[in-house]
């Protein structure tokens, strides 16, 4: 127990700090969302043009300048790369489009689920699946090999571009765009925002949280760890949901979401098993690259570039429900997931001798 | 000697991985390398979590794990 006391008291902030955003202006059950900010940030600099879903969002900005502030302090920033880039930019963009199917990342489906949002609970069972689809990879040897260690600039730029989008976020210069009506003209003051990216980044740093990491890690280790925190950010948003009067039980009226349960369920499968293949969910992929990780800067960017598509391409869902493209363009993600799992494999497709888990030192 | 495995530049969850393989091979114990603090506390938690003994060393930018029954 004492050694999840840190995680649970972190996921416990973040779960406050996330019902406090919506307090102060953040659209309903999204005090946290890495997708939906992403996507956002994506509008924001004009990458799509969903007039509703445009602003550069502090937390995005604060999570990585926290985590590489922490890192820098207690000696842990590395900077490394070179493991599978371009799968996991491709990655990046497949789990952006499963997120924006069910309309959430993981952060964010824990914290529907906190308000009530039964539909949530869908995408968790979802989400649980393709986590298990993703162990079972795992367990017949998939990796995406070793990263090595670059140079230090390599991985200083990543947080050099998030004071850039402040910078861009105060100027607010006319090329960027900010949404005048919808989600993305919902936002708590700036100043706020930023705060609390940044006291949430320094604690995932800090304690490692991942939403997928939890059921994964239960699923292989039968370790509570993660989960823990995963919990207590349920636990804490919920409490904070009911004595801020949010919380509303049901499947109907939920606040940007929609009532498709198999496409629910199937955005978030996607969500779940990509994350797996890439080692963290998308929280955990920001805080990575404020760590120096660069494997993770370049999911991110699929991440942001997934958005784009999403939006450009009619993919993403919305209130009125999940779209024919995002339909077709969620089994594409799916027939991906399954031939990198399957091609990156070691057990299933035998390379030689040269099987990474059976290499010994000497 | 010890059998002895390098993690370094594996991301999530693999240094646990295949310090779980390992081990089915070797459950007398094992020397593991990780080379960031998060795969040695993972590794660690596994490890104490399994019933091993761990001895943990820096060696330059690497930590030695050295697990025993």
């Known amino acids: ?362 | 000697m010890m059998k002895k495995i390098d993690t370094s530049g594996m991301s999530c969850p693999q240094p646990v991985l295949m310090t779980k393989k390992s081990l089915e091979e070797n459950p007398e114990g094992l020397d593991i390398i990780v080379d960031n603090n998060t795969a040695r506390g993972n590794v660690e938690r596994f490890l104490k979590n399994a019933g091993y003994r761990v001895a943990i060393s820096e060696q330059g930018d690497t930590f030695l794990i050295e697990a025993r029954k």
């Open chain 1, 1 to 362: 127990m004492n050694d999840k006391k840190g995680i649970i008291i972190a996921g416990g902030a973040v779960g406050i700090i996330a019902v406090l955003l919506v307090y102060f202006g953040n659209p309903a059950n999204m005090g946290f969302c890495i997708a939906c900010f992403i996507r956002d940030i994506a509008g924001g600099i004009g990458m799509h043009r969903a007039e509703v879903v445009q602003y550069i969002r502090p937390e995005v900005i604060g999570l990585v300048l926290g985590a590489f502030l922490l890192s820098l302090k207690n000696k842990e920033f590395q900077t490394k790369g070179g493991s599978s880039p371009f799968t996991r930019f491709v990655l990046g963009i497949v789990v952006m489009i499963g997120a924006l199917i069910f309309l959430g990342c993981p952060l964010r489906m824990v914290l529907r689920i906190a308000g009530g949002d039964l539909n949530a609970l869908v995408g968790l069972a979802g989400f649980v699946a393709g986590i298990y689809v993703g162990v079972i990879f795992l367990n017949k040897g998939f990796n995406l090999k070793r990263s090595y260690n670059i140079t230090k600039i390599e991985g200083y730029i990543f947080p050099v571009v998030n004071v850039g989008a402040l910078v861009l976020l105060l100027l607010a210069p006319a090329f960027i765009f900010f949404s005048e009506k919808g989600p993305g003209s919902m936002h708590a003051p700036l100043w706020m925002s930023l705060a609390a990216g940044l006291i949430v980044g320094a604690l995932a740093q800090k304690t490692r949280m991942c939403t997928v990491g939890g059921t994964r890690d239960m699923i292989l280790f039968k370790d509570m760890y993660l989960l823990s925190g995963f919990i207590a950010i349920i636990v804490f948003s919920f409490i904070g949901n009911l004595a801020f009067g949010y919380f509303k039980l049901g499947f109907a009226d939920q606040p940007i979401a929609h009532t498709d349960g198999l496409w629910n369920f199937l955005g978030m499968a996607i969500v779940g098993w990509g994350s797996v293949l890439l080692g963290g969910c998308p929280l955990r992929q920001l805080i990575l690259s404020g760590e120096g990780n660069t494997d993770s800067v370049i999911t991110v960017m699929g991440l942001l570039v997934g958005a784009a598509i999403a939006h450009n391409f009619g993919l993403a869902s919305s209130a009125a429900g999940v779209t024919a493209n995002g339909k077709v363009a969620a089994l594409i993600c799916f027939v991906f997931l399954g031939l990198i799992s399957y091609l990156n494999s070691e057990d299933l497709v035998k390379k030689g001798s040269q099987s990474l888990s059976k290499v010994n030192v000497e």
